[in-house]
């Protein structure tokens, strides 16, 4: 399963703020990135077919494979102005999610999760194999990342 596209928000209040996201993953890593709704309507279209039994890997990707960069120049687009991806270490992330109350084994299992998706975790499964989502990264951030962006509420997150 790639990373939802949901986890950009996270960033969402550097983004409008400072038009930076931070994070872990290397800027030039590309990997898949899913909107959670098309994960949600795949596994309810799954559910609701009686065809369907046993047990077997589903593997999920979106339309496109996307590196940190390319991700802050698709937001920089439909947020109209500039916005870069600025690379963290894995200290100072675990240390964020430290300080946001995460307890230190929670902080390091999300590092290691981090570690193991910058060296490639989510590129294992093959795209001709995988069942396709609908939702482009741009899409997605015109209707869900734009309006938070845009929100004076946003969450004050890593």
Not at 22 to 51: E, H, I, W
Request: some cysteine; aromatic content about 8%; overall charge negative.
């Amino acid at each position: 399963m790639p990373s939802f596209m949901e986890n950009t928000l996270h960033s969402v209040a550097t983004i409008r703020d400072q038009g930076i996201m931070f994070g872990a993953y290397a800027s030039d890593r590309r990997a898949p990135k899913t909107a959670a709704r098309d994960m949600g309507a795949v596994a309810a279209r799954l559910l609701a077919d009686a065809s369907w039994v046993g047990q077997e890997e589903v593997p999920l990707v979106g339309p496109e494979d996307l590196s940190m960069d390319a991700m802050a120049a698709i937001i920089s687009e439909v947020l109209g102005r500039k916005v870069r991806y600025q690379q963290i270490s894995y200290e100072v992330f675990k240390e964020r999610v430290i300080s946001q109350g995460a307890s230190e084994a929670f902080a390091q299992g999300y590092v290691d999760m981090f570690k193991a998706k910058d060296e490639g975790m989510d590129n294992v499964a093959r795209r001709d194999s995988a069942e396709p989502t609908l939702a482009s990264f741009r899409q997605w951030c015109e209707e869900e990342l734009k309006p938070a962006a845009l929100s004076e509420a946003a969450p004050r997150l890593v």
